[in-house]
Nanobody
Framework: QLQLVESGGDLVQPGGSLRLSCLAS????????IGWFRQAPGKEREALSC????????YYADSVKGRFTISRDNAKNTVYLQMNSLKPEDTAVYYC??????????????????WGQGTQVTVSS
C-alpha cells in the first residue's frame, strides 16, 4: 500500500512562511504525479498545486500562484510545498496525494487515489 506522510504544518503569523513536506514510502515518488490540496472547515477540498511524474512540470491554482512553490527531491523521495506571504484564509488542513496515471498532473482532486493524513496550517496573529 502506497503511503504518504505530510509534515511541517504549524501556527504562523500573517505574512509568514512555511514549508510542507510530503514523504513517500513503499513507492518511488518521481514515477507519480503528486498534488497538494487543502480543506478548510466547512469548505470543499481545494487543489493547490501539482508536479508531474518524470520531468516535473508544475501547475498552480490561481489562489496560490506566485506565493506557493512545489518542488521534488528525488533523493529524499519527498515533495515540498513552500508557502510564502501566508494569509489567514490559507488556514486549513493540507494534504498531499499521488496519481498513478501515465499522464501529466492535473488540479483535479478526483485524479488522485492515494492520500496522506494531512497537516494543519493555521495563519493567525
Amino acid at each position: 500500500q502506497l503511503q504518504l506522510v505530510e509534515s511541517g504544518g504549524d501556527l504562523v503569523q500573517p505574512g509568514g512562511s512555511l514549508r510542507l513536506s510530503c514523504l513517500a514510502s513503499r513507492f518511488t515518488l518521481r514515477y507519480y504525479n503528486i498534488g497538494w490540496f487543502r480543506q478548510a472547515p466547512g469548505k470543499e477540498r481545494e487543489a493547490l498545486s501539482c508536479i508531474s511524474r518524470g520531468a516535473g512540470s508544475t501547475y498552480y491554482a490561481d489562489s496560490v500562484k506566485g506565493r506557493f512553490t512545489i518542488s521534488r527531491d528525488n533523493a529524499k523521495n519527498t515533495v515540498y510545498l513552500q508557502m510564502n506571504s501566508l494569509k489567514p484564509e490559507d488556514t486549513a488542513v493540507y494534504y498531499c496525494a499521488a496519481d498513478a496515471r501515465p499522464v501529466g498532473c492535473t488540479l483535479v482532486t478526483g485524479s488522485y487515489g492515494y492520500w496522506g493524513q494531512g497537516t494543519q496550517v493555521t495563519v493567525s496573529s
